[in-house]
């Protein structure tokens, strides 16, 4: 039993390492921005169970903690006011499996001792008081619960396309956050992202994580909406990752949560270029 003992301990001492040597969270080597005077927010889910039409129990989801907090402190470190709302306001639920302790990123560990962070996740603007046309980013946040309530949001949808005419707002989001994008349209009633190149997470992915059931996909929804979807793959879609911005440089997206850094990265480069 002592061996066993031993040998549990080791497997979990080396867990952390194990997968991030496969793709978990990779390093990424960020650039010091400096765009105060510039505002982002940050948007999520208000969902937080995972379940089917009709269910009031499950396990719980939310937002994953990293696709949250990775962009918030890259964006603050680059002196840029945040704020954060989530489709209906108040306190954010976040997936508890997001802090596993060989998931959890140097962010959340970061943001866990941030009291100022974590009451703006406790008191989350609600979506229908916030303009998008006074931020220049706005991040959507990604986790099973955007399954529920993003594509789902008429309000979400209206104001995509809003902001989209009628400022120079850059549009972010990683894994499922993309769903906000889905079914906004343009001006003539079209999908507004059809033809623009966007990612999201990949349906092998939620297949290997054995997810039951989630109302929408990001990849069959963006492909439905007419986007160049772009993935890459790998033996398990949980180690890949990959960002992408659309021709017109409005919309930058980033594959799942291994996404966060180069994606946020790539949204202040094109902003500080736009400046």
């Known amino acids: 039993m002592g061996g066993i003992t031993i040998l549990v301990i080791g497997v979990a001492i080396l867990a952390p390492t194990i997968v991030k040597s496969l793709g978990l969270h990779p390093d990424f080597d960020s650039k010091q ?20 039409p009709g269910e009031t129990t499950g396990d719980p989801t939310g937002v994953f903690a990293s696709e949250m907090t990775i962009p918030y402190y890259e964006f603050l470190d680059a ?11 108040g306190e954010i639920p976040v997936d508890p499996q997001s802090f596993i302790y060989f998931i959890k990123t140097e ?14 996740v406790k008191n989350s603007i609600p979506l229908g008081d916030v303009n998008f046309k006074q931020y220049d980013v706005v991040f959507f946040a990604g ?9 789902q949001s008429e ?29 906004a349209k343009d001006t003539v009633g079209n999908y507004l992202i059809e033809g623009r190149t966007m ?28 986007a160049n979807y772009q993935a890459n793959h790998k033996t398990n879609d949980f180690f890949a990752t990959l960002t992408v911005i659309d021709e017109e440089k ?12 180069e994606t946020s990265q790539l949204i202040m480069k094109t902003l500080s270029e736009k400046k």
């Not at 765009?35 to 889910?45: D, F, K």
């Not at 560990?109 to 100022?116: A, P």
């Not at 986790?143 to 594509?151: E, F, H, L, P, R």
């Open 33 to 52: 921005y400096n765009l105060e005077g510039n505002r982002a927010l940050i948007v999520t889910t208000s969902h937080g169970v995972l379940n089917k």
């Open 79 to 89: 002196n840029m006011q945040i704020d954060v709302a989530s489709i209906k306001g």
């Open 107 to 120: 962010s959340d560990k970061r943001y866990l001792k941030d009291e100022i962070f974590q009451a703006k």
């Open 143 to 151: 986790g099973w619960g955007a399954a529920y309530d993003m594509a």
């Open 155 to 183: 309000i979400l949808a209206e104001k995509v396309s809003d902001a989209y005419y009628n400022s120079d707002v850059i549009y972010g989001s990683v894994c499922h956050g993309a769903l906000a994008f889905t079914e």
């Open 199 to 226: 990612t999201g997470v990949t349906m092998k992915q939620l297949e290997q994580l054995d997810i039951s059931f989630t109302p929408k996909h990001p990849e069959p929804e963006l492909k439905k909406a007419g």
């Open 250 to 261: 409005r919309f930058v997206t980033g594959q799942n949560q291994n996404s966060g850094h």
